[in-house]
């Protein structure tokens, strides 16, 4: 069992406080992600899980184990960084068996398991040439087996896929995600890219200034942000915000923003005060059963789709229609707001009033 549990895990440079209070589990065999964007303490939080950078405080379990003063190398875990090390003058099977071969395991056992992860890989093809003609990917994927062929109880990913290019990266994350649905092993793995956290992860934790903002599956968390941080930065594009000073109705089902009355998903506490309503792109759509009404500031042509930039009174709003919708620029358009999906903010907190 390879649960890793992070308790009020906190770290400090010095004066600076990177990470603040991070409290998550990651169950055995998922594939977590820790997101945010530069800065905000992800590869400190994985560093202090991995070993190779000591809490300021707090406590790291893995498999039941309290590990947080112990180094990497006593932890059974292994590791995949951007930037992976190849050895340039080693051959690629040479390069994947060096972590067995360095702990002593018989020469059957690292044919047998050099194999193995060759066919899980698809590189039983390229294991005697040398690593330095190898293409990005196929370097990635040596990478990978260095790391998989220890069979470690857990596998920390910092950007692997950082350095390639955007075709090449999508289908190596397709590939990543599928290794891991085959041998399961927990996974532990950063990116400040929303949508490759949405495409592969079982479990989000998205991250700013240090804390923890959401936890959670990637559909919960896209549907039900808990910040407006949150809603911000995951979708694309992301959440438009509406702000105005108006009133949640006693009772809690509704909201009214000037002369409009807008029904919400979940009934609240009633209350008065400077609110923000959140609504992503796809539940806008153009109506004459108005609840608001706009003026088109831009069109922006995406093939099957288009998003519409639309001003109104209360901010700026993106709508996702057919692109064979003809939409003009400057004209007056009425929006209506699918009810199911609006999210409601406290405007000073930013947090959502669940
Ligand atoms: P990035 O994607 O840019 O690496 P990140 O979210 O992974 O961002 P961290 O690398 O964890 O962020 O850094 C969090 C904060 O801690 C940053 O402000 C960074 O400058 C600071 N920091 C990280 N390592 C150190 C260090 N060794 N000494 C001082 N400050 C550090």
Known sequence: ?????????????????????????VE????????????????TTLRMMAGLELPTSGEIYIGGEEVGMKRASERDIAFVFQMFALYPHMN?????????????????????????????????????KPVGGLSGGDRQRVALGRAIVR???????????GALDAEFREHMA????????????????????????????????????GVIEQFGKPQQIYDWPATRFVAKFIG???????????????GGNAVTIGESRIELPKSREGRKGALTLGVRPEHVRLSDAADLRGRVAAVEYLGTTQIVTIETNHGEIKAR??????????????????????????????????
């Open 28 to 43: 055995d065999g998922e594939f977590f992600m820790l997101l945010g964007p530069s800065g905000c303490g992800k590869t």
């Open 174 to 209: 397709e590939e990543l995600r599928a290794l891991h649905d085959r041998m399961g092993a927990t996974t532990v793995y950063v990116t400040h890219d929303q949508l490759e956290a949405m495409q592969m992860g079982d479990k989000i934790v998205v991250m700013n200034h």
């Open 151 to 161: 069979q470690p109880k857990a596998f920390f990913m910092d950007e692997p896929l």
């Open 236 to 250: 694309s594009p992301p959440m438009s915000f509406l702000e105005f000073e108006g009133a949640i109705e006693e």
């Open 321 to 354: 229609t057919a692109s064979s919708d003809v939409i003009r620029t400057g004209a007056s358009v009425g929006l209506e707001l699918d009810r199911r999906s609006l999210t409601l903010f406290d405007a000073m907190s930013g947090r959502a009033l669940l």
């Open 92 to 128: 690629v099977r040479k390069n994947i068996s060096y972590p067995l071969v360095s702990q002593g395991v018989s020469r059957s056992e690292v044919d047998r398991r050099v194999a193995e992860v060759a066919r899980i890989l698809q590189i039983a093809s390229i294991l005697d």
């Open 1 to 25: 069992m390879a649960q890793i549990r992070v308790e009020n895990l906190r770290k400090d440079f010095g004066a600076f406080n990177a990470v603040k209070s991070s409290t998550f589990t």
